[in-house]
């Protein structure tokens, strides 16, 4: 998501640093373009028209061209300003004085309600909370089943109802369960439908007066473009929401929905969706968000996904390696695993500040590294130890077991090799020098 966005804002801002001196002809032939690159993300036209106008309105203000840097000025204002658009800051679920916390989800079909419930229940799980999900989805063939299979993938409980049960009643019956200590969370993942109907509201309605939930939030496909407001706002005036989450960020959705939701509804986004993985949900936070559209990187969240991945006591074990030049394959295994459960690779490269637009078309083939990891899987222990034994023979069997051919076979070794040198001579360095010059701090 915001790639095209992001492309667009790149170029009209990397033009306008490049410049001297500024004028105002050239501020608002930049904000001309701004507008139209909003507007072809699918942001709403009136919300579009208020950006620009308030961009222009503190760029006059600092009277900007009159600055040393000006093109950087009109960087900083829009980044400011888009901060704004997209919320005051993150917005966490507190938990409620008197457990349970009840979070009703809403949504239409389609939009990944369910796998959000699960999502959102392994998130709180992971901050050290309990939390149940709750069934009342009793109309879509299957949906009970599927909340099922998500919260035991989650291994989070789930309150099934009955056959013939009422979505009222489920609900009852599952904050019921959590008042006796089941749990201190209860998630409840209710109907949805094709668009909004009066069925769909009343039901809702009689859901949320029978359980009184602390959180009302809103499911929404960050592919819905202009849509996305008109569903928000109906859902909005049927049961007041507090906030919304973004579901499918990894697909190619241009961002609309972001930008024009929170500004018209002013609700504000709780989490985003980036993958179906159940752990690819992240909390939102508007400056970062903000950060990756200009091409500024994220590198808050890209060190958050680093620290769910390595604690303190690996990183310690692994400089240990480095320092004495013992990184083994075996190593470098568990290393590319960690990378690849940190989620796809051209999101981890749009996080660092530089690439930004950039990182999109690099067309980086996470096949590849799939590719690297059948290889060293094929190896057997005493060759991941010792690569340098590694013959003819050998590296035609690695690359039968791995799928792969005799030519990747060798890269792979020879870069290992090459990387294992470079390891050996910084380490003969730091013993000269009595330091060594490590590229990170564990």
Not at 279 to 300: N, T, W
């Amino acid at each position: 998501m915001f790639e095209q966005l992001q492309a667009r804002l790149s170029t009209i801002l990397t033009r306008l640093r490049g410049r001297g001196i500024l004028s105002v002809e050239d501020v608002d032939g930049a904000l001309r373009e701004i507008r139209r690159a909003l507007l072809e993300a699918d942001v709403n036209l009136s919300v579009a028209r208020d950006f620009v106008t308030r961009v222009r309105e503190a760029a006059v203000g600092q009277e900007i061209w009159k600055s040393l840097t000006p093109g950087q000025q009109v960087v900083q204002i829009v980044f400011a300003e888009l901060t704004r658009l997209l919320g005051s800051g993150h917005h966490a679920l507190v938990p409620a004085a008197t457990p349970p916390t009840v979070i009703l989800l809403v949504g239409l079909h389609g939009t990944g309600k369910t796998t959000t419930a699960g999502k959102l229940a392994l998130y709180l799980k992971k901050q050290g909370r309990s939390p149940m999900l709750a069934a009342v989805d009793l109309r879509r063939p299957a949906a009970v089943r599927q909340l099922e299979v998500v919260g035991r993938s989650a291994s989070v409980p789930v309150a099934s109802p009955g056959p013939g049960a009422d979505p009222v009643e489920a609900a009852r019956a599952a904050l019921a369960r959590c008042r006796q200590g089941a749990a201190d969370t209860l998630i409840i993942d209710s109907a949805g439908r094709l668009h909004i109907d009066e069925d769909l509201i009343a039901e809702l309605s009689r859901i949320r007066d029978a359980v009184s939930p602390h959180y009302t939030v809103l499911v929404l496909d960050a592919m819905a473009g202009q849509d996305a407001v008109r569903m928000a706002e109906g859902f909005h005036r049927a049961v007041p929401l507090d906030g919304l989450i973004l579901t499918k960020l990894d697909g190619d959705a241009r961002g609309g929905a972001a930008l024009s939701v929170v500004a018209t509804l002013g609700r504000p986004i709780l989490f985003l969706g980036t993958g179906e993985r159940l752990d690819a949900l992240e909390p939102f936070h508007p400056d970062r968000i903000a950060s990756r559209i200009l091409g500024m990187g994220d590198v808050l969240t890209l060190i958050e996904r680093v620290q769910a991945q390595v604690t303190a006591e690996q990183a310690r074990e692994l400089e240990h390696k480095l320092r004495r030049a013992e990184f083994t394959l075996d190593d470098f295994l568990r290393q590319l695993r960690q990378v690849r459960a940190m989620g796809p690779l051209d999101q981890l490269l749009a996080m660092m500040p530089g690439l930004g637009a950039r990182a999109q078309g690099a067309g980086m083939d996470e096949r590849v590294l799939a590719r690297i990891e059948a290889m060293i899987n094929s190896m057997t222990p005493f060759e991941r130890r010792r690569p340098e034994i590694i013959d003819g023979s050998r590296r035609r069997r690695i690359a039968r077991g791995s799928g792969t051919s005799v030519q990747e076979v060798n890269r792979l070794l020879r870069q290992f090799g090459d990387a294992r040198k470079m390891l050996k001579q910084i380490e003969g360095l730091g013993r000269r020098k009595g330091t060594l010059p490590l590229p990170f701090q564990p």
